[in-house]
């Protein structure tokens, strides 16, 4: 392994790239993608995570060439979440109008839904008009359903497949179920995926000759997520012996995670960052759980792309020409490219604390939200985190980036209350654990592995020339640490607080203030004021907020970069 590394290093060194590990590849090989959200264009102000949806479909052909020519299969999943992330999906209506079509060209062996899918109708509609019609067979949902005209609930696709794969004759029972999402639209269903267990359809699957299950789901794979652990408990009793790989997502990070000797889950993070690779050996020996299985998390770029199929030249496949020249086509057709002004540095989420001067929120808190119009008051803004949806890189800032940092559409409402109480809402809502459950952060924040940043580090440095390697994952994973393709000197994720605030007051002095955020919150600040022992009552009876202004966040920010100001 070792040996191999220093080769990689000695070989990238040659072509001035970054040092990569080479895949472990298997007698049935996966390469997984989760919650890409729309990003099919590629990250275009990050060339860690440049390559779009043709590059990808091209890497993929020639990674199933490869492994059939190795008497070995290849299979390529998805976990859901493909709306909601960047103009390309969102400045359509419905949202994926255009993207989805760029999506179906990958030739995916099995996928699923996930819970931006099922927000609103149209969009679950749209799933099954189009990305269950084009994948009638490969498209499995075991625990969700969509409402025909006519009353009946029907699956998204098979509610299981039983398949033969082409050419190690592996016989395969696949399931894909989705987290128990309560806010799905009145025209689906999701159904727990313990209570789909006991259903009579799922008894009979249970009866097939197997040698290999594959749960495709939409839902983490982490230890504290305990709806995968509960199905494997129960699948375990009707097969003890067969190998089970998971496929998780919707927390937004790399996972893999070891169910048991026989069984293994990865998560492939997230926005078209990571293609996951997984790979397993049929072998009825009882063989080590890391003999076994493999997994990599391989970013999305042509360098690794290009790595790991061994080709330099004649990488691009004629599809997936096609693809990125459709991608180009949609892209001026949707002015996603129009220009807003340019970001002269980076601004991260978490990659930095949240005051340091690169933290986007301390952007937004100390110069940004000040910018709201108003009336001159005393006043602060409160948003949640999660209202920032990505970084804001260096570079031009278009239609596009808008949609990938602050797209989201809420009206300011305000209230006035004593300052006292005002300057101590914040921290109350950070303080509480119950906000935990309303999700007020980025999703991944959510399930931020245990890390000791310190063996991050080492074990980074052990490589040598650190702080050459460009900045990456370094994912800490059941396997270990050196599952990232490419060698990474690592970003550090820092915990970000639910909520952050812009603070405009004069002086000490108690008056009353207005306390400004968006409609989104207002039972999360309506239960801070009420911890607070303020009388809510007294604001008024059914609408204690009033409107305060309908110029969003992202049209601030916008305004804000079109000055030039950053
Ligand atoms: C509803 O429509 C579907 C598809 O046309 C059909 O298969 C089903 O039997 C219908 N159900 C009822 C209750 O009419
Ligand atoms: C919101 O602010 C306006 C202007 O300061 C004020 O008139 C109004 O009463 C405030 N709304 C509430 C519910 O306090
Ligand atoms: C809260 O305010 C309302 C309306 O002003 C009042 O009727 C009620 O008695 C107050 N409750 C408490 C506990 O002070
Ligand atoms: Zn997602
Ligand atoms: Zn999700």
Same mark, same amino acid.
């Given at each position: 392994?070792?040996?191999?590394?220093?080769?990689?290093?000695?070989?990238?060194?040659?072509?001035?790239?970054?040092?990569?590990?080479?895949?472990?590849?298997?007698?049935?090989? @996966?390469?997984? $993608?989760?919650?890409?959200?729309?990003?099919?264009? %590629?990250?275009?102000?990050?060339?860690?995570?440049?390559?779009?949806?043709?590059?990808?479909?091209?890497?993929?052909?020639?990674?199933?060439?490869?492994?059939?020519?190795?008497?070995?299969?290849?299979?390529?999943? *998805?976990?859901?979440? !493909?709306?909601?992330?960047?103009?390309?999906?969102?400045?359509?209506?419905?949202?994926?109008?255009?993207?989805?079509?760029?999506?179906?060209?990958?030739?995916? *062996?099995?996928?699923?839904?996930?819970?931006?899918?099922?927000?609103?109708?149209?969009?679950?509609?749209?799933?099954?008009?189009?990305?269950?019609?084009?994948?009638?067979?490969?498209?499995?949902?075991?625990?969700?359903?969509?409402?025909?005209?006519?009353?009946?609930?029907?699956? @998204?696709?098979?509610?299981?497949?039983?398949?033969?794969?082409?050419?190690?004759?592996?016989?395969?029972?696949?399931?894909?179920?989705?987290?128990?999402?309560?806010?799905?639209?009145?025209?689906?269903?999701?159904?727990?995926?313990?209570?789909?267990?006991?259903?009579?359809?799922?008894?009979?699957?249970?009866?097939?000759?197997?040698?290999?299950?594959?749960?495709?789901?939409?839902?983490?794979?982490?230890?504290?997520?305990?709806?995968?652990?509960?199905?494997?408990?129960?699948?375990?009793?009707?097969?003890?012996?067969?190998?089970?790989?998971?496929?998780?997502?919707?927390?937004?990070?790399?996972?893999?995670?070891?169910?048991?000797?026989?069984?293994?889950?990865?998560?492939?993070? !997230?926005?078209?960052?990571?293609?996951?690779?997984?790979?397993?050996?049929?072998?009825?020996?009882?063989?080590?759980?890391?003999?076994?299985?493999?997994?990599?998390?391989?970013?999305?770029?042509?360098?690794?792309?290009?790595?790991?199929?061994?080709?330099?030249?004649?990488? *691009?496949?004629?599809?997936?020409?096609?693809?990125?020249?459709?991608?180009?086509?949609?892209?001026?057709?949707?002015?996603?490219?129009?220009?807003?002004?340019?970001?002269?540095?980076?601004?991260?989420?978490?990659?930095?604390?949240?005051?340091?001067?690169?933290?986007?929120?301390?952007?937004?808190?100390?110069? =940004?939200?000040? $910018?709201?119009?108003?009336?001159?008051?005393?006043?602060?803004?409160?948003?949640?985190?999660?209202?920032?949806?990505?970084?804001?890189?260096? %570079?031009?800032?278009?239609?596009?980036?808008?949609?990938?940092?602050?797209?989201?559409?809420?009206?300011?409402?305000?209230?006035? =209350?004593?300052?006292?109480?005002?300057?101590?809402?914040?921290?109350?809502?950070?303080?509480?654990?119950?906000?935990?459950?309303? !999700?007020?952060?980025?999703?991944?924040?959510?399930?931020?592995?245990?890390?000791?940043?310190?063996?991050?580090?080492?074990?980074?440095?052990?490589?040598? *020339?650190?702080?050459?390697?460009?900045?990456?994952?370094?994912?800490?994973?059941?396997? %270990?640490?050196?599952?990232?393709?490419?060698?990474? !000197?690592?970003?550090?994720?820092?915990?970000?607080?639910?909520?952050?605030?812009?603070?405009?007051?004069?002086?000490?002095?108690?008056?009353?203030?207005?306390?400004?955020?968006?409609?989104?919150?207002?039972?999360?600040?309506?239960?801070?004021?009420?911890?607070?022992?303020?009388?809510?009552?007294?604001?008024?009876?059914?609408?204690?907020?009033?409107?305060?202004?309908?110029?969003?966040?992202?049209?601030?920010?916008?305004?804000?970069?079109?000055?030039?100001?950053?």
């Amino acid at each position: 392994m070792i040996r191999l590394i220093f080769l990689a290093l000695y070989l990238s060194s040659l072509c001035l790239s970054a040092p990569h590990r080479d895949l472990t590849w298997n007698d049935i090989n @996966f390469i997984h $993608t989760t919650d890409t959200h729309g990003w099919y264009s %590629g990250h275009l102000n990050q060339p860690l995570y440049h390559a779009n949806w043709g590059d990808f479909i091209s890497f993929t052909t020639h990674l199933k060439a490869k492994a059939h020519s190795q008497g070995q299969d290849f299979l390529l999943i *998805d976990s859901g979440d !493909r709306h909601d992330g960047n103009g390309l999906s969102d400045i359509t209506t419905p949202n994926g109008v255009k993207s989805t079509p760029i999506f179906i060209k990958q030739n995916y *062996d099995l996928l699923t839904i996930g819970n931006h899918e099922l927000y609103v109708w149209e969009n679950s509609k749209q799933e099954y008009d189009t990305v269950v019609k084009h994948f009638p067979d490969n498209y499995i949902c075991s625990n969700v359903e969509f409402k025909l005209k006519n009353g009946t609930f029907v699956p @998204f696709g098979q509610k299981y497949k039983y398949f033969t794969t082409p050419i190690t004759k592996t016989r395969v029972l696949a399931f894909g179920f989705l987290f128990n999402f309560n806010r799905f639209n009145d025209g689906t269903r999701v159904t727990p995926m313990i209570e789909v267990l006991k259903e009579p359809w799922f008894q009979e699957a249970l009866k097939h000759e197997v040698d290999l299950i594959i749960i495709v789901g939409h839902t983490p794979i982490s230890h504290h997520w305990d709806e995968f652990y509960q199905v494997h408990n129960y699948l375990r009793k009707y097969f003890p012996k067969t190998i089970i790989q998971y496929f998780g997502g919707h927390s937004h990070i790399r996972d893999f995670t070891v169910f048991d000797n026989l069984a293994t889950g990865i998560q492939s993070g !997230r926005y078209c960052e990571t293609a996951g690779w997984t790979s397993l050996s049929l072998n009825k020996d009882n063989l080590p759980v890391k003999e076994r299985f493999s997994r990599s998390y391989i970013d999305f770029n042509l360098d690794s792309f290009k790595y790991h199929t061994g080709l330099t030249d004649n990488f *691009d496949t004629k599809v997936g020409e096609e693809v990125s020249q459709l991608i180009s086509e949609t892209r001026e057709q949707l002015q996603l490219d129009a220009l807003i002004g340019h970001v002269k540095t980076n601004y991260y989420v978490d990659y930095v604390p949240i005051d340091h001067p690169k933290s986007i929120f301390n952007l937004l808190t100390s110069r =940004v939200l000040k $910018t709201l119009p108003g009336h001159n008051e005393e006043r602060i803004i409160i948003i949640n985190t999660g209202s920032i949806r990505y970084d804001l890189y260096k %570079g031009p800032y278009t239609i596009d980036s808008k949609y990938i940092v602050s797209p989201f559409e809420n009206e300011w409402v305000n209230v006035t =209350v004593p300052k006292s109480v005002a300057t101590k809402v914040a921290a109350k809502l950070n303080d509480a654990d119950y906000i935990s459950a309303s !999700r007020l952060k980025p999703p991944h924040q959510y399930d931020l592995p245990e890390v000791d940043f310190r063996q991050k580090f080492n074990q980074a440095a052990f490589f040598g *020339d650190y702080e050459k390697l460009p900045k990456g994952y370094v994912t800490h994973d059941d396997f %270990g640490t050196d599952g990232d393709d490419t060698l990474h !000197r690592a970003v550090v994720n820092f915990p970000v607080p639910n909520v952050v605030q812009s603070v405009d007051l004069e002086d000490e002095l108690e008056a009353p203030v207005n306390l400004v955020f968006y409609s989104f919150i207002t039972p999360n600040i309506l239960w801070a004021l009420n911890e607070l022992n303020f009388n809510v009552t007294q604001l008024g009876g059914h609408s204690p907020t009033t409107t305060y202004s309908s110029v969003f966040l992202g049209t601030l920010l916008n305004e804000f970069i079109a000055e030039n100001k950053i």
